[in-house]
């Protein structure tokens, strides 16, 4: 699959390389055309890598993966435009945390909107899919590494564009049992509003690589059966 990732940060370099290893096709999106990061990046993997601007990677791509900061992501999917997103699958990483007063950052948009419900107004015709914004880096490409399995999430309004973010996380390693369908996108509120929670359990454990698991009470005994 040929799969945009727009964000030359951490997190866009490093789903990036796991989506070139798992064998697809990666355009690295970004402002310029000759961004640095961009231009390394796509040296170190001949043959399956480019880059160009945000609206270069997607105008050929299958899937977006939004992994550019939150507060500019309406910007970069604007600069890219309605007519080339079209109704792609778009799978938004982003989190819209504001460092503009320090930290620990404030988020940009919470309680009753989130950033993905924005993004999803703005391009009616995408299908939105937020999912991964609750993990690292490092833990969204290799699950695995966890001493147990957790948990991640999706969230958005069309059933098809869930399936193939939840194939393309089972493909990174997510269980698929443990991929929870939250429903409708106004579940990227609670999962936008996790990152207060998860910039303390960074603090706490001084390690970015955890993640949580939703562990449910067996059914009382005598529930099951018909
Ligand atoms: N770091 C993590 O482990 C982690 C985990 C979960 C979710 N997230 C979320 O994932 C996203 C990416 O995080 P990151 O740490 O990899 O990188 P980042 O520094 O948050 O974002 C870098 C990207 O944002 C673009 N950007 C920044 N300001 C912009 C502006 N004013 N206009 C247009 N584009 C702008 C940059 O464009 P250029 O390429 O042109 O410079 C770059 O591609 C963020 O939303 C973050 O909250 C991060």
């Known amino acids: 699959m040929r799969v945009a990732v727009l964000g030359t940060g951490t997190v866009g370099q490093t789903l990036a390389d796991a989506l070139v290893g798992l064998g697809h096709d990666v355009v690295l999106g970004s402002r310029t055309s000759d961004n640095h990061a961009a231009t390394s990046w796509a040296q170190r993997h001949p043959g399956r890598a480019s880059h160009g601007t945000f609206a270069d990677a997607v105008r050929d791509a299958e899937l977006v993966v939004n992994a550019t900061a939150g507060t500019a992501s309406l910007s970069v999917l604007e600069s890219v435009g309605a007519d080339v997103l079209g109704d792609r699958v778009v799978l938004d990483?982003?989190?819209?945390?504001?460092?503009?007063?320090?930290?620990?950052?404030?988020l940009s948009v919470c309680n009753d909107d989130s950033l993905a419900e924005q993004l999803q107004r703005a391009f009616p015709r995408a299908r939105v899919v937020k999912s991964l914004n609750t993990v690292t880096a490092s833990v969204m490409v290799d699950p695995r590494a966890l001493?147990?399995?957790?948990?991640?999430?999706?969230?958005?309004?069309?059933?098809?564009?869930?399936?193939?973010?939840?194939?393309l996380l089972v493909s990174l390693g997510w269980q698929r049992d443990h991929v929870r369908d939250l429903g409708d996108l106004t579940a990227a509120r609670g999962l936008e509003m996790y990152l207060p929670l998860w910039l303390r359990l960074l603090g706490a454990t001084g390690s970015a690589d955890f993640n949580v698991a939703v562990v449910p009470a067996?059914?009382?005994e005598g529930a099951a059966g018909g």
């Open 147 to 167: 001493p147990a399995p957790t948990d991640m999430f999706v969230a958005g309004e069309d059933a098809d564009a869930k399936a193939v973010v939840t194939d």
């Open 218 to 220: 067996p059914p009382p």
């Open 93 to 106: 990483v982003a989190n819209p945390l504001d460092f503009s007063q320090g930290f620990p950052p404030r």
